[in-house]
Each structure stands twice: as C-alpha cells, then as structure tokens.
C-alpha cells in the first residue's frame, strides 16, 4: 500500500510484496494474525474513569454493601440450530462442501444474571413461536416466552423484572436488591414495580464491553459450552446405529432423531451448562469488570493498594535522589565516586578469577595431553613385543628342528617295546609312548 501512494513512490521503487515475503516478515518479527471482537477497543479511558466513578458513587448510595444483593443481567442471541463452519480433513480431501445448517438462522434470546457473590439467577428465554410443538406435552426446563422477532423490547423487560422479582422474594424476601443493565432503551424504559426492593441501575454509554460483569467471558463460555453438546448428542446418535423414527411433524424433531435442535433441545442443554457455571468463575467476572466499589471486593483491593503503594515508593526514591542530586551535588558526587571505586575493585577481583581460571583449564589440557602421549608409548612397546614373540615362535628353522627332535623321540621309543605273556595265554597289554610337546630349553 505504502508503495502505491505518491508520497512513498520514490523511495519504494521496484518494491513488490509477495506472498513469500509477507510470510518471512512475520516469521522474522513474530507476527501473528488475530480476529478483532468485542467494542473495548473504542472505549475513552478518561471519560470512562470518570463515568464508572459516578456509577460507584450511585451503587453507594443505595446503601447495598453485600454483593449476595448485587446482579447483572444481559441478554445474548443464540442461534441454537447452527453447526460449525470450519473441519479438520485430510489433505487429500480437495473438496469439502458445506450444508445449510451452518447458517441455520433459528434464533433464541436469552437472559443471563448473576450476583456479585457468584449466585446464578435462572435463565429467562425469548423465541418466535408462542406454543412450539415440542414443549406443548411439558413444561420447558427454562422460562419461555414469545415475541414475534424474538427480540428483548420494553415489554420483554418488564416481563423479567417481574420474574426476577418474584425469584428474589422466593429466596430473601423483601430485601432489597440492586440490578445492573446496560443503557439499552428497552431497559431505561421498564416500569420498576416494586421501588423499595429494586435498584435499577443503568451502566454508563459505551461502557458495557469493559464493565459489565456477564461481558467479560460469561455469555462466550455459555455458547461455546452449549454448540460443544450439540456435537456431542449428534455424534453419540450416529456412532449409536440405532436409527429412531422420525416423527410425523417436524416440530418434534430434534437432536434424539438426528436432527437439529429443537426448541426443548436448546433449552435443557443451555440449563444443563448454566447449572455448570462455577461460581468461582462469576466472581472473577464481576472482579475482571471493576463496576462496583472497592468494599465489595477488600481483598482484591488489598492487593491493588499494595501494588499502588510499592509504585509509589518505587517513584518517591527515584524523587528523592534526584532531589539529593539536585541540593547536595558535592555529596552525591562523593558518594558516586565511591560505588565508582567499589565497582572498580570489584571488577579486578572477577578479572583476576578469571586469570586463574584460565591458567587451571591451561594446565588441564597440558596434563591430559602428555598422559595420552605416555599411555600411546606404553602401547607402542607392548605391540613391538607381541610381534616379536609371534616372528620367533613361527620361524621355520625352528618348526622343523621341532619336528627332527619328535621323530627321533617316536623311533626310540618303538626300538624299545617289551611284549610279556602270561601261562593263562592271556593276551599282554602293549603300553605305546605317547610323545609329548617339546619343553622351552629343547626349543632353543
């Protein structure tokens, strides 16, 4: 691009970037590439502090301290019939179609709460159909309801705080609780019913990718959870073999048919993943979103003042001596040229250790050279001998003086055979000399 614009023609001539050259850049500089999500990006960190710095101030003056009494809600669309778009296959494979279902466009709203304390609110679902087939034998494992986009408007959100209302009173009565939601005009519309139990508040504008809790990575696990059982349940119907029957309406459907989803399906796997949210993981959101003061949270602004103290320290020593420096030169100056002085001293100590260490590994190579020099002499002289003892003992003047000396022996000993008979007529042995080998003296 640089090259193309008139300013850098000059000094970019000839210049072509191939793909090879894109690839050894970011190979060299260690570049990767990344999908960008999310809003936080154009957030004003000024405007922001001081936004969330009012909002603490209206959480404080509810006089709620306790984050059991504390909720975030926000709503998320789910398209619960839709499959991955992206596979795993062989290199050999050189087409891979796709099939409608990746952009299947059956969509669910779905409202998600949670308390500061870690506490899970049920979930509160919207679709488009008003009576699905598949949820008319029983009551849906979460609260259903119908809008003819399913979308979350004004009346929707009066719906749930009615029904979060009623979930309240079921669990700690007539205390009285703060909601958090986002600055959507459906919700700054709602009719609050109940004023002395219920705190509506309202996030600053443009703020909710970075300061509201259920935003920091709740609602993105919820999803990634439930698509990872819908894969699951169809592979589980396929490696199965047993083929169950179809229903006559397509409204019954689901992934029990191998299917896609129905309305039911959607619902007890988004129960089932919401039932598995850790409240652990709650509380590291609401603390990841810094929406609340830090009295609901002592310990982790412990840990944030400890670290604001030791920076603090860290700036008032370096002000320190650059005040020395500045009023006392001639102090600073001496007391300079001692570390000076020390550093220089120090510095020969590890030049002279080095020195030794120098000479020690000299004197090492040294040694271990002359032993290899006297162990191949030693060797040397061995091997002389050996072949001279194999020279000597295979010279054939001395084989055959050998072998005069055992003929004779044989010839003597024959000449000198005695046979005896006894009157029994018995046969008498005949003992034969064996010869025996040559000693060392006769050899030479």
Not at 363 to 368: D, E, R, T, V, Y
Request: contains cysteine.
């Amino acid at each position: 691009m640089k090259a193309t614009h008139p300013d850098k023609a000059a000094t970019l001539d000839n210049f072509c970037a191939s793909p090879g050259w894109f690839q050894g850049v970011r190979k060299r500089h260690n570049i990767k590439s990344v999908r960008l999500h999310g809003e936080a990006g154009s957030v004003d960190e000024e405007t922001a502090a001081t936004a969330m710095a009012e909002f603490k101030q209206a959480v404080a003056a509810t006089s709620i301290t306790n984050p059991q009494f504390v909720f975030n809600a926000d709503e998320t669309g789910l398209f619960y019939q839709t499959l991955p778009s992206r596979l795993y296959v062989s290199r050999s494979e050189r087409s891979v179609r796709g099939v409608k279902q990746m952009a299947a466009k059956a969509r669910l709203t779905i409202m998600t709460a949670t308390s500061a304390a870690g506490e899970k609110v049920p979930l509160f679902s919207v679709g488009k159909s008003r009576r699905p087939m598949c949820l008319r034998d029983d009551f849906p494992p979460v609260r259903y309801t119908s809008q003819a986009s399913a979308w979350f408007d004004t009346d929707m959100a009066n719906y749930y705080v009615r029904f979060f209302l009623k979930w309240k009173r079921s669990r700690y009565g007539d205390e009285p609780v703060v909601l958090i939601w986002d600055n959507c005009p459906a919700h700054k519309n709602v009719t609050n019913p109940a004023p002395k139990e219920l705190h509506l508040l309202f996030l600053p504008p443009n703020l909710t990718s970075k300061h509201q809790p259920m935003d920091m990575g709740l609602i993105s696990a919820v999803k990634m959870r439930y698509k990872a059982y819908v894969l699951q349940q169809l592979l589980a119907y396929y490696d199965d073999g047993q083929q169950t029957p179809l229903p006559k309406s397509r409204g019954l459907r689901g992934l029990a048919h191998g299917a896609p989803p129905n309305i039911r399906d959607a619902l007890t796997i988004l129960k089932r993943v919401w039932d598995e949210v850790k409240p652990e993981s709650v509380v590291r959101c609401w603390m990841k979103a810094a929406c609340l003061p830090e009295s609901f949270f002592p310990q982790q602004h412990t840990q944030q003042q400890q670290r604001v103290t030791s920076d603090e320290m860290l700036t008032e020593r370096s002000s320190e001596e650059e005040g020395q420096e500045g009023e006392g030169g001639q102090l600073v100056q001496d007391g300079l040229g001692a570390e000076n002085e020390q550093y220089d001293e120090a510095e020969q100590r590890r030049t002279e250790e080095q020195e030794a260490i120098d000479e020690i590994s000299h004197l090492a190579q040294s040694l271990q050279a002359r032993v290899s020099i006297a162990t191949d002499a030693r060797v040397e002289v061995v091997a002389e001998g050996t072949e001279e003892w194999a020279t000597s003992d295979d010279d054939p003047d001395i084989v055959n003086a050998m072998i005069d000396l055992e003929l004779e022996r044989i010839e003597s000993n024959s000449s000198t055979t005695t046979t005896s008979s006894d009157d029994d007529g018995s046969d008498s042995d005949q003992d034969e000399a064996t010869p025996t080998a040559p000693t060392r003296a006769e050899r030479r």
